[in-house]
């Protein structure tokens, strides 16, 4: 009996001391998710804030319509509240026309640049039709859509660029975690950045799918990302990325993600940590390849 007397006194004391698990994490902790949706040779990024807002960011080219809006479903999002459109290159928004008809978008940012194609009439005439906010970006324009993070326009459209110059570079901050997203821009776009801006990031969409134009290795040590991720098809007829790009990240010591080899990537934050989600691995894309 005075055994059992002692061991509750102990329980008691070891209650009291120390409170009950489900009152330590009885508050879940704000996060925020980022998609890098595999659309073949393009870009289409999707952002889950931690007030539970979502960003898409392009659509990939006209044969990911399917996917990006398949995409979107499964994860149980039937409503856009900013699609950005980078610049109106048809890998960029090619399947935005199909997202636009498919799922509620409350307002579009795009670049300004105009652009005589079908593809880019069409996703006008669409943003038209449904009478959606269409906003041109600004550059250092700070972004109102959470109040949990900083979201600004680095870069964006002005006489004499061509598409590519006159892409929207965002800058998104969550607590300690920033994450910066390069659309297409080049290298002109990037030493401007430099001088203009703090460009220090954890994570970086490499610009213009690793292409020979951008990610001077000056730029990737100013920006120090701990990863780095390209956005490119493996059958893709432009040599993307190009070694000098593989080889500069290798230099900053920045661990490298692909599209192409990793399929959908997911990264989810706290703000503080982070977790990365792959579809394949790189086995998987070793046998896709051998087959």
Do not use: C, W
């Not at 570079?169 to 297409?184: H, N, P, R, W, Y």
């Not at 007829?237 to 190009?242: A, I, K, L, Q, T």
């Amino acid at each position: 009996m005075r055994t059992n007397y002692y061991f509750i006194i102990l329980l008691f004391v070891i209650g009291f001391i120390i409170p009950p698990f489900t009152s330590v994490h009885s508050e879940q902790q704000p996060k925020m998710d980022i998609h890098f949706i595999n659309v073949g040779q393009g870009d289409s990024m999707l952002i889950q804030t931690p007030s539970n807002k979502t960003i898409l960011i392009d659509g990939g080219p006209p044969e990911a319509k399917k996917k990006v809006v398949a995409y979107l479903k499964k994860h149980k999002i039937n409503k856009i509240d900013l699609l950005v459109a980078t610049h109106p290159d048809i890998d960029h928004i090619g399947g935005l026309r199909h997202v636009l008809k498919s799922v509620e978008v409350d307002k579009v940012l795009d670049s300004g640049k105009l652009y005589s194609t079908k593809t880019y009439a069409k996703f006008m005439k669409e943003i038209g039709k449904q009478k959606i906010p269409l906003e041109i970006a600004k550059e250092n324009e700070l972004i109102k859509l959470d109040p949990r993070i900083n979201i600004r326009v680095l870069n964006t459209h002005s006489a004499k660029k061509n598409n590519n110059q006159s892409s929207i570079v965002l800058k998104v901050s969550f607590k300690e975690m920033d994450f910066l997203f390069m659309a297409d821009v080049e290298r002109d776009q990037e030493m401007k950045l430099m001088k203009k801006y703090n460009l220090e990031a954890d994570f970086l969409k490499i610009a213009h799918h690793g292409s020979n134009t951008s990610s001077s290795l000056a730029f990737l040590k100013e920006v120090n990302p701990k990863v780095a991720i390209l956005t490119y098809s493996k059958s893709n007829d432009y040599g993307h990325p190009v070694n000098r790009v593989i080889k500069n990240l290798n230099k900053i010591k920045a661990q490298i993600y692909s599209t192409a080899v990793f399929g959908d990537l997911t990264i989810n934050t706290n703000g503080e940590s982070y977790f990365i989600h792959q579809e394949k691995s790189p086995v998987d894309g070793l046998l896709e390849n051998a087959s």
